[in-house]
């Protein structure tokens, strides 16, 4: 057991992969801005490609190799070593074949179908078939958002133009595309969420696919509006994509906590709004753009309001949704998923306890006064309980009369003590029913260092300390996990 007498910190130190990707990142920015626009000095940027290309390749190679991942998620990253050596293959036949608009375009094409195939690969969240037709459908949403922006932006002013040529149509058009597959397809990930040994890659993934395709959303703008200032600009955003997934793999390598799913990211959830968002501001930009507000403008502007009540509506039963699903319905406490979560998130913070708590004598007050009255001791614990955990713990119910405390970030373990003897001296008679019903309850304490420990590991720790308390006697008693107890067990 351990005992702390000062704060545990817990720093995330950056490795020496991340030094040299941040350095490789400002050479290639350096290199750039060094360059000029035109064809022949493309060969910087190439070379800057290039040289993300070998240091992705390595770093997903190493990544697919992990011999705890999923195997799965191994071949996601073995996918994604692909997408990196489609870079470094280029070079060389650039070299050969010399640097042009359509062979970039041929390379960029293959690279985003290499990258849709490996974010296919990537392992999400256990789900019921309900819940994967409403993620299908939210992503659509973001993928029906996003076709909005490349029509309104690039497609319809190349067709009343009538400039839609072949290269034109590969750099405004099917770029872009490219890109809202890819969108759809972390949108997916996002809503849904991933698997924990895949969730803090999958932001990184996430922030490249998003600049990827605001970079070619951009270029389709200019191409169709004719304001191109030449392309080398564009290599900027793509090396930005190529330090990101190369971050991603890098990250995939760090040591994780727990192997249990996620639900979905929170960014996510407001993705689907974000696209109605932005269709509605320009439906009213092209309303106010035509010269003749009415009766479009007014029509835009009320859709808005309606799909924002709508989607008020909708984010307001999806919370009352959440909520439910993580809380006992009968004492209002967290219930067993959202222990097990919390618990989860706070060992892979810092110093985290559990309290593991039976009730005393319950199954008499259900036998002699009957299951109503039994209610009411359960929620007349259940305050006690709130009246007694700090505002940074959370006290559950686990089902029947066994309840837990999870508490995080603490600075000793003597914290936690002092929280289990408060409960015990808390605990006494209460009326219930106009009866007088002694509450009492055998007490658990385990406490875990940062990262010693799995949630499993530590409630099994917590579970011997309470039957340690209950064998004492039918009074209140609290006592703490010792390695002697795993003997005696």
Same mark, same amino acid.
């Given at each position: 057991?351990?005992?702390?007498?000062?704060?545990?910190?817990?720093?995330?130190?950056?490795?020496?992969?991340?030094?040299?990707?941040?350095?490789?990142?400002?050479?290639?920015?350096?290199? @750039?801005?060094?360059?000029?626009?035109?064809?022949?000095?493309?060969?910087?940027?190439? *070379?800057?490609?290039?040289?993300?290309?070998?240091?992705?390749?390595?770093?997903?190679?190493?990544?697919?190799? /992990?011999?705890?991942?999923?195997? =799965?998620? =191994?071949? *996601?990253?073995?996918?994604?070593a692909g997408c990196f050596a489609v870079l470094v293959v280029s070079a060389p036949v650039l070299l050969v074949i010399g640097t042009s608009e359509t062979a970039d375009a041929v390379i960029h094409v293959i690279f985003v179908v290499a990258l849709l195939i490996a974010l296919q690969l990537f392992p999400l969240a256990r789900t019921s078939r309900r819940g994967q037709v409403k993620t299908a459908v939210d992503a659509l949403t973001v993928l029906v958002g996003g076709s909005m922006v490349l029509w309104y932006t690039a497609f319809d002013p190349l067709l009343q133009s009538g400039r839609l040529t072949v290269d034109v149509t590969v750099s405004a058009v099917l770029?872009?595309?490219?890109? /809202?597959?890819? !969108?759809?397809?972390?949108?997916?990930?996002?809503?849904?969420?991933?698997?924990?040994?895949?969730? %803090?890659?999958? %932001?990184?993934?996430?922030?490249?696919? !998003?600049?990827?395709? !605001?970079?070619?959303?951009?270029?389709?703008?200019?191409?169709?509006?004719? @304001?191109?200032?030449?392309?080398?600009?564009?290599?900027?955003?793509?090396?930005?994509?190529?330090?990101? /997934?190369? *971050?991603?793999a890098v990250e995939q390598s760090r040591p994780f906590l727990t192997k249990t799913a996620r639900p979905g990211l929170r960014m996510g959830r407001f993705l689907p709004f974000l696209a109605v968002i932005v269709a509605h501001a320009m439906m009213f930009e092209a309303a106010v753009k035509s010269g003749d507000f009415s009766p479009w403008g007014g029509l835009a502007l009320g859709g808005a309001a309606l799909s924002a009540l709508v989607l008020y509506r909708q984010t307001l039963v999806q919370r009352e949704s959440d909520e439910q699903a993580l809380t006992d319905p009968l004492t209002g406490l967290a219930n067993r998923a959202r222990f097990r979560a919390t618990s989860n998130k706070s060992l892979g913070k810092g110093a985290t306890a559990v309290l593991v708590i039976d009730m005393n004598s319950f199954k008499e007050i259900n036998d002699t006064l009957g299951h109503?009255?039994?209610?009411?001791?359960?929620?007349?614990?259940?305050?006690?309980?709130?009246?007694?955990?700090?505002?940074?713990? @959370?006290?559950?119910?686990l089902g029947g009369d066994e309840f837990a405390v999870v508490l995080s970030d603490l600075g000793s373990a003597q914290q936690a003590y002092?929280?289990?003897?408060?409960?015990?001296?808390?605990?006494?008679?209460?009326?219930?029913?106009?009866k007088l019903i002694t509450l009492a309850a055998s007490i658990g304490v385990a406490v875990s260092a940062p990262g010693e420990l799995t949630h499993d590991e530590l409630v099994h720790r917590a579970d011997l300390a309470m039957y340690k308390a209950k064998a004492l006697g039918p009074e209140t008693r609290w006592a703490v996990w010792q390695e002697s107890l795993e003997m005696a067990a």
């Open positions: 057991m351990h005992t702390w007498t000062t704060r545990v910190p817990s720093p995330r130190r950056l490795s020496g992969a991340y030094i040299g990707l941040g350095v490789l990142y400002v050479a290639a920015m350096l290199g @750039l801005a060094g360059s000029s626009a035109l064809p022949e000095d493309f060969m910087a940027a190439e *070379a800057a490609r290039f040289a993300f290309g070998l240091f992705g390749v390595s770093a997903a190679v190493r990544a697919a190799r /992990l011999p705890h991942l999923p195997r =799965r998620l =191994r071949q *996601a990253w073995a996918a994604v770029y872009p595309i490219g890109d /809202l597959a890819l !969108l759809f397809s972390v949108s997916r990930a996002l809503l849904r969420g991933a698997d924990d040994t895949a969730r %803090r890659p999958l %932001r990184l993934l996430t922030a490249g696919t !998003l600049v990827l395709f !605001l970079g070619d959303a951009v270029n389709g703008y200019l191409d169709a509006h004719d @304001l191109m200032l030449g392309s080398n600009w564009q290599f900027y955003w793509w090396i930005t994509t190529d330090a990101l /997934l190369a *971050a991603a109503k009255s039994g209610d009411l001791v359960l929620v007349e614990f259940a305050e006690v309980l709130r009246r007694c955990v700090p505002a940074s713990g @959370l006290p559950c119910r002092e929280i289990a003897g408060r409960l015990a001296a808390a605990l006494g008679p209460v009326a219930i029913d106009g």
